[in-house]
T-cell receptor, first 114, second 110 residues
Framework: TQLLEQSPQFLSIQEGENLTVYCNSS?????LQWYRQEPGEGPVLLVT?????EVKKLKRLTFQFGDARKDSSLHITAAQPGDTGLYLC??????????????FGKGTSLLVTP | SQTIHQWPATLVQPVGSPLSLECTVE??????LYWYRQAAGRGLQLLFY??????ISSEVPQNLSASRPQDRQFILSSKKLLLSDSGFYLC?????????FGSGTRLTVV
């Protein structure tokens, strides 16, 4: 069972466009993280959100955690070719006994063309 | 600063051969360590995690095993590889704020 559903699965846009990717679940998470992964590399942590309704900004990236802590979104303004990659969301469930082990979505593959 | 080393980067192994992937962490003590596998078009699947030396928990039944002989060393093994073991294997450690992943091992079983 996939706890976290990410959409869209694939996204191809031109440089300068804005985009939003979504991460949804029926489960509540104590925290949610976004990662960016380039081909042949491990994912790199972008942000962790822990409070319902929280909004965090990282340059042109805006992350939002849903009020009920079941969903999240990532908005990129004026996308650049360097934003190309696989964006993964991952959630930590409350009372997990696996030492912060996360549930990962399948990811959104973003391609930004010049 | 904390760093994580994972090797080899790529590996091609025949079916039925053994496997040993190694992961070491520097700059932290008593880390929580994880092995994930990422198949094409799929998210990361947790295979094993360890909260201390000799403590291994398995999340998915399979022909893989893990060991933690030292505080900052985590090893993924198999006695006989299957074709279905092909994938991208990632080691990671974490604090409560997020994961730091190694650069991964691309395993192809032929």
């Amino acid at each position: 069972t996939q706890l976290l559903e990410q959409s869209p699965q694939f996204l191809s846009i031109q440089e300068g466009e804005n985009l939003t990717v979504y991460c949804n679940s029926s489960s509540v998470f104590s925290s949610l993280q976004w990662y960016r992964q380039e081909p042949g590399e491990g994912p790199v942590l972008l942000v962790t959100v822990v409070t319902g309704g929280e909004v965090k900004k990282l340059k042109r990236l805006t992350f939002q955690f849903g009020d009920a802590r079941k969903d999240s979104s990532l908005h990129i303004t004026a996308a650049q070719p360097g934003d190309t990659g696989l964006y993964l969301c991952a959630g930590a469930q409350p009372n997990s006994n696996s030492g912060y082990a996360l549930n990962f979505g399948k990811g959104t593959s973003l391609l930004v063309t010049p | 600063s904390q760093t994580i080393h994972q090797w080899p980067a790529t590996l091609v192994q025949p079916v039925g051969s053994p496997l040993s992937l190694e992961c070491t962490v520097e700059g932290t003590s008593n880390p929580n360590l994880y092995w994930y596998r990422q198949a094409a078009g799929r998210g990361l699947q947790l295979l094993f995690y360890s909260v201390g030396i000799g403590q291994i928990s398995s999340e998915v039944p399979q022909n893989l095993s893990a060991s933690r002989p030292q505080d900052r060393q985590f090893i993924l093994s198999s006695k006989k590889l299957l074709l279905s073991d092909s994938g991208f294997y990632l080691c990671a450690w974490t604090d409560r704020y997020g994961y730091t992943f190694g650069s991964g091992t691309r395993l192809t079983v032929v």
